[in-house]
């Protein structure tokens, strides 16, 4: 009873659609416990958002829900069976160390996933300890929030709360469990798991799950398989560019990995480039650069395709008029990306209107940007802050006229200088998680308990478009030692 109140009290509004899903979606469990669970972060602004009380939760109570020991009223915890192409190759997997608890309904009548990472063994745990680390789910709490607050769509992060048991990788870690948001947890994968081990009335079963919950305009009548295609399709065509505008390598593309709602989601080895290369890879398991920034796009079509493989009993009767459909979304897919890239670039440059020489002025810079391996992030910020003159491409003769170039190219439009800098400002942040200032805030918090460092980075994340003169240390590139960064997958 008295645990029900401290429920009511946190404002945990489960609904449980998913459970209500064919039972081979899933498996219905609990989270394992912990020792002595303790939150070490918590996000009250995303809290609020989801109608939960931060006063209630940032509590002895509330640790034990984010550490599994204790499930919530109303709560209906299960891991979730997906499938998917890991670099290429089909895997059966499933939620081998998560749970999800339930859907949250906000106070606004969103519905949203929450999910536990690192609860613990499920039957899709494989030869994996069900568990997580500390310092890699700090990492997705870091930059799955510097990516909301970049405007780009992505799950959450609510809390992390360490377990206080040690855990073995290469090394003995603290153990500790993410509470993660979510429009879903659907992924590409999930269909790849129905269309192998699932009948045509499941896969039904779960396209029309994945329509009603994503896609609630798409019509009853008309191919709405070919309409959640198509949606997904266009999704993950904003997304992806959104990732390249931006320089991120979200590094372990899988189609476990691609979320039907269109949010980044998975954060593992992850990292934003900085010298421009469109070859930059920092997976230190990435060794053929399947997943390096300039081939996200290509991924991202390669994944849709094996989606569309899945959807093909339900887009025709036909199989190779199915297959004619599904192409032709591939094709819209490409046309989508190329179109939202060269208006993001556009903006990037500050740029109005639409030239034919756009497209040309935009890969020039890029183009020396690479040759002067000019950070990605400061160059474009430089030029927002008219700063031109202080990118690493210095006064380099064809720099210069390259600026020269888009000097008359801006004085062909009406918008004056004020404008064009804000458009360019808001297209082009200022600050990004830096991997050095991660790797920093990472391990003051995991080795020494210091959380300030994380606290004042995510807070300077929190406004990344601005230029605020006392974040400077955000801003600046790492300085060249020589060394690649490298990021690992052994979460
Ligand atoms: P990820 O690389 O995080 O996308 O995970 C790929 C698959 O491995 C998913 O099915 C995870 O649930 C599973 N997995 C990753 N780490 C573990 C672990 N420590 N224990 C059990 N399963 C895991
Ligand atoms: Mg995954």
């Keep these: 009873m008295k645990e029900n109140l401290i429920d009511l009290a946190a404002g945990w509004n489960f609904d449980n ?4 899903l064919p039972g081979d979606f899933f498996t219905r469990m609990n989270p394992a416990p912990v020792r002595s669970p303790r939150i070490v972060i918590f996000n ?24 599994g020991n204790r499930v919530p009223e109303g709560a209906d915890p299960l891991a ?3 499938a998917g192409h890991q670099f290429g190759h089909f895997t059966m997997l499933g939620d081998g160390r998560a749970l999800l ?12 996933d929450i999910q536990l990472k690192g609860s613990g063994r499920t039957p899709y745990s494989r030869r994996g300890d069900g568990r997580a680390a500390l310092g890699p789910m ?11 607050a970049l405007g780009i769509p992505t799950t959450r992060s609510l809390a992390v709360a360490a377990t206080g048991e040690t855990i073995y990788r290469e090394t003995d870690l603290p153990g500790a469990v993410l509470t993660r948001v979510a429009a879903s947890h659907l992924r590409v994968g999930t269909f790849e798991y129905a269309a192998q081990w699932a009948d045509e009335a499941e896969l039904r079963a779960l396209a029309d799950y994945t329509l009603e919950r994503h896609y609630p305009e798409a019509e009853a009548g008309g191919n709405r398989y070919l309409t959640l295609l198509r949606e997904v399709a266009m999704r993950q065509a904003a997304l992806i560019t959104r990732w390249m505008l931006v320089g991120f390598i979200h590094g372990v593309m899988n189609t476990d990995n691609m979320a039907l709602s269109g949010e980044t989601i998975d954060y593992g080895p992850c990292a934003f480039m900085d010298a421009y290369d469109p070859a930059t890879v920092f997976s230190s398991i990435d060794t053929q650069g ?10 991202g079509a390669w994944n849709l395709a094996r989606f569309a493989e899945t959807l093909l009993p339900l887009l025709h009767e036909d199989g190779e008029q199915g297959v004619k459909l599904a192409e032709d979304v591939l094709a819209e897919y490409h046309e989508e990306y190329d179109r939202r890239w060269l208006a993001g670039m556009r903006a990037k440059l500050g740029l109005f209107r639409e030239e034919p020489e756009d497209r040309a002025l935009a890969e020039e810079l890029l183009g020396l940007m690479q040759k002067h391996r000019a950070d990605y992030t400061s160059t474009f910020r430089l030029l927002a802050d008219g700063k031109a003159e202080e ?3 210095g006064d380099s003769p064809e720099y210069r006229a390259w600026l020269t170039r888009r000097q008359a190219r801006l004085a062909r439009q009406q918008e004056g200088p004020e404008a064009v800098q804000r458009l360019m400002q808001s297209s082009s ?17 995991v080795q020494d308990g210091d959380f300030g460092v994380m606290e004042r980075l995510l807070d300077a994340l929190r406004s990344p478009y601005e230029s605020v003169p006392e974040r400077t240390e955000y801003c600046t590139a790492p300085a060249a030692n020589g060394r690649p960064y490298r990021t690992f997958c052994g979460t």
């Design 17 to 20: 659609s998913y459970a209500r």
């Design 44 to 67: 009250e602004p995303l809290a609020l958002f989801l109608g939960l009380s931060a006063e209630a939760l940032q509590t002895p109570e509330g640790a034990e829900i984010f550490a």
């Design 80 to 82: 979730q069976a997906y």
């Design 101 to 112: 608890l339930g859907e949250q309904i906000t106070p606004r009548g969103e519905r949203v």
């Design 138 to 148: 700090l990492r997705e709490y870091i930059i799955s929030e510097a990516m909301h």
């Design 290 to 299: 399947r997943y390096a920034y300039g081939n996200q796009p290509h991924i």
């Design 391 to 393: 990118t690493a491409m």
């Design 429 to 445: 942040p200022a600050v990004i998680p830096r991997n050095h200032r991660v790797e920093e805030a990472l391990e003051a918090a």
